[in-house]
């Protein structure tokens, strides 16, 4: 089997790769083994997702939530004590399941604090604005995960797995993703729901939703060709813990889908018939 970025052969990959993180709650969304070489996995993990859940957005999201990454540790946050030097709140996943917290502090006296506010404790607080600092490194990660989440489609015969292979309008964001061709790859990001919704099935069980994606075709210029696997505008939309990112596979810009949010009174593609 070949890699879907390098195309190199790989018959050989020990690695599973995960199309969302397992930082981010995803344990079961993942790629038969083979179609993501080791070298381009590993490429991954430190170059795309590392900076991504490093993000103060995602580490405060994975703090509020209690997601652990694969060691089952859940990323701490910065609190204030104003009687300590610095101090941080620890969240972890105790070997019975259990969540606890757990408070780091250096005891030292700080004269920036007035002595009548020596007794807080200043935890702050996890509003639902998304702040990303560095939004080239949020497409790029979107950017992965839309051209996995793309093969994994053509994966079920050879025949499709190949056409995806040599399709050369998948090789722009193959590039950018993979081998860091400089692009402003544009992603639209915006909340449609609360990260911690609850939402209930017909059995009124509650549960959450950690991640749900979908593919919208964009077609309304250009009549179709007859070709089965013609399009005009493909956008991918995941939607992780509330937060709906959108983002174009064939080109960088992002026009096609703001025009379809306005057509659509802004829904979510992932919520209309
Ligand atoms: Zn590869």
């Known amino acids: 089997m070949k890699c879907i970025f390098c195309k190199k052969d790989n018959t050989h990959t020990k690695s599973v790769e995960h199309i969302i993180p397992e930082s981010l709650g995803n344990y079961t969304f993942i790629l038969p083994k083979g179609m993501v070489c080791d070298k381009c996995n590993h490429y991954f993990s430190i170059k795309i997702e590392k900076p991504f859940?490093?993000?103060?957005?995602?580490?405060?999201?994975?703090?509020?939530?209690?997601?652990?990454?694969?060691?089952?540790?859940?990323?701490?946050?910065?609190?204030?004590?104003?009687?300590a030097?610095?101090?941080?709140?620890?969240?972890?996943?105790?070997?019975?399941?259990?969540?606890?917290?757990?408070?780091?502090?250096?005891?030292?006296?700080?004269?920036?604090?007035?002595?009548?506010?020596?007794?807080?404790?200043?935890?702050?607080?996890?509003?639902?604005?998304?702040?990303?600092?560095?939004?080239?490194?949020?497409?790029?990660?979107?950017?992965?995960?839309?051209v996995e989440s793309l093969a994994l489609r053509f994966s079920k015969t050879e025949e499709s797995y190949n056409y995806f292979l040599n399709?050369?309008?998948?090789?722009?964001?193959?590039?950018?993703?993979?081998?860091?061709?400089?692009?402003?790859?544009?992603?639209?990001?915006?909340?449609?729901?609360?990260?911690?919704?609850?939402?209930?099935?017909?059995?009124?069980?509650?549960?959450?939703?950690?991640?749900?994606?979908?593919?919208l075709f964009v077609d309304d210029q250009i009549k179709p060709k007859d070709d089965e696997y013609f399009y005009e505008e493909l956008f991918f939309v995941v939607v992780l813990w509330g937060i709906e990112f959108a983002i174009n596979i064939c080109g960088p810009e992002i026009d096609g889908y703001i025009n379809w949010l306005k057509n659509n009174d802004y829904k979510s593609p992932l919520y209309t018939e």
């Open 53 to 83: 859940l490093e993000q103060d957005t995602i580490k405060k999201l994975r703090f509020t939530e209690g997601i652990p990454n694969k060691r089952g540790k859940v990323p701490p946050l910065p609190i204030i004590m104003p009687h």
């Open 85 to 146: 030097n610095n101090a941080i709140l620890k969240k972890r996943i105790t070997s019975k399941g259990k969540l606890e917290s757990h408070i780091f502090y250096i005891p030292k006296s700080n004269p920036e604090i007035p002595e009548s506010k020596a007794n807080f404790l200043i935890i702050p607080h996890y509003s639902q604005e998304i702040d990303f600092k560095n939004i080239n490194q949020v497409a790029k990660f979107i950017a992965k995960i839309a």
């Open 167 to 215: 399709n050369s309008d998948f090789n722009s964001i193959i590039n950018y993703v993979r081998f860091g061709t400089p692009q402003n790859w544009k992603v639209h990001i915006r909340r449609i729901y609360d990260s911690s919704k609850k939402w209930s099935d017909e059995r009124e069980e509650n549960f959450q939703i950690v991640h749900e994606s979908d593919f």
